[in-house]
């Protein structure tokens, strides 16, 4: 698959970012991430800002394109099977996200750190089980394997004690990327976000 669908659909699911993030999310170094970008900026496929990009309506017409593409290359049934599997795994770990943000109907003050470790604590056994799924989904779609390396790099600083990287969005927190995989997933087994939250399985 080239660089071109694995960069423009990073910034379709940040909706705007700047070359070194859109590198981050790729493995696409930011001279190649700009290769790709800047020509749909000179055709008015997508627009640059103060150095962070968006798509405009024409460059998220080709992301479509490139993604029809790849998803007619993809086993439907095994990628649907794989999806079945981290919504095995999904719905622990929302509940991880709410129960760091919340202590029954309070926000959590994080006063408490022996709470706060308890919830901490179910993170590395989640990410022990969503990393065979994201291995499975890569070997169906081989440019999903950044997100095995961006969710343990996320895990790496949680438990570093940079607890923002959980769930801060606008950076490559462990939430921002599980997101991100949850729509790559649902959309390359042929689903829409629509009907998931419909069903209770989507955020």
Sequence with gaps: MSDELVVLRALRLKGRAGPD???????VDEAGVRSILDPLVADGA????????MLLPAGRERQNELLNAERADVDGAAMSDVYEQFTAVNGDFKQLANDWQMRGEQPNDHSDASYDGEVLGRLPGIHQRVSPVVAAAAGL????AVYGTRLTAALQRVDAGEHEWLLKPLIDSYHTVWFELHEELISLAGLSREAEALSGRAE
């Design 21 to 27: 993030g859109l590198s981050a999310a790729t493995g």
């Design 46 to 53: 997508a627009r640059e800002v103060n150095g962070f990009y």
């Design 141 to 144: 779609a081989p440019r999903l």
